[in-house]
Nanobody, 127 residues
Framework: QVQLVESGGGLAQAGGSLRLSCTTSGRTFSNYAMGWFRQAPGKGREFVAAISRYSGNIGYADSVKGRFTISRDNAKNTVYLQMNSLKPEDTAVYYC????????????????????WGQGTQVTVSS
């Protein structure tokens, strides 16, 4: 089973930027489709962004499209989430997720499609 560790969360002002990282260990990273999800206080976990094994396909939630960018570096076993133009409603715990797949271009956007999760990192955006 792959292990996932998120980092890069913290406090930002509205309009600011943060970059989250998720580093994995234990398996061949390039075999995994990766995703980011978030959970705001009092709400369920929601999809943010996802990327296929070799970055050939990417998907975003409408709420972050144009502001967030997901990327990965297979040589570093790491997936990133660059968050720009942050809004107070982006405040949440952000989780990365991984799922092995034989398909090179698949993007997974549903929670139940992932079986490996990180512990989460808090992002707080002040107005």
């Amino acid at each position: 089973q792959v292990q996932l560790v998120e980092s890069g969360g913290g406090l930002a002002q509205a309009g600011g930027s943060l970059r989250l990282s998720c580093t994995t260990s234990g398996r061949t990273f390039s075999n995994y489709a990766m995703g980011w999800f978030r959970q705001a206080p009092g709400k369920g976990r929601e999809f943010v962004a996802a990327i296929s094994r070799y970055s050939g396909n990417i998907g975003y939630a409408d709420s972050v499209k144009g502001r967030f960018t997901i990327s990965r570096d297979n040589a570093k076993n790491t997936v990133y989430l660059q968050m720009n133009s942050l809004k107070p409603e982006d405040t949440a715990v952000y989780y990365c997720a991984a799922e092995p797949t034989a398909q090179l271009m698949v993007v997974l956007i549903r929670q139940y499609e992932y079986h490996a999760w990180g512990q989460g990192t808090q992002v707080t955006v002040s107005s």
